[in-house]
């Protein structure tokens, strides 16, 4: 599957984004997918996953409450819907796919990536 995310861009803190992750490929509905963050000098760390069915997602504790992800099988895309946005939150996000039912925390673990979208929150 090839990923292409995009959405990114320049916000104040207390605005909102919506990233999306288009996926090629007539298999789409059998990925979990999930998004990543890396800042500058941190390692990437998981933001938040949606579940092969979509019915499980997960997110990390700093985004809890103000992201939540989605996924719409028939357009082939996942999304990421950030409201409350916090400079801290400013990063190079990038979605990810798995064909494994579980959801991994790791990147070393997810095989399909797209490429980044810069978010830059200011305050």
């Known amino acids: 599957v090839q990923l292409q995310a995009s959405g990114g861009g320049l916000v104040l803190a207390g605005g909102s984004l919506r990233l999306s992750c288009a996926a090629s490929g007539r298999t789409f509905s059998s990925y979990g997918l999930v998004w990543f963050r890396q800042a500058p000098g941190n390692n990437r760390e998981l933001v938040s996953g949606?579940?092969?069915?979509?019915?499980?997602?997960i997110y990390a504790d700093s985004v809890k409450g103000r992201f939540t992800i989605s996924r719409d099988n028939a357009k082939n895309t996942v999304y990421l819907q950030m409201n409350n946005l916090k400079p801290e939150d400013t990063a190079i996000y990038y979605c990810?796919?798995?064909?494994?039912?579980?959801?991994?925390?790791?990147?070393?673990?997810?095989?399909?990536w797209g490429q980044g979208t810069l978010v830059t929150v200011s305050s």
């Open positions: 949606i579940s092969v069915g979509g019915r499980r997602t």
């Open positions: 990810a796919a798995t064909e494994s039912y579980r959801l991994f925390t790791s990147d070393k673990d997810y095989p399909y």
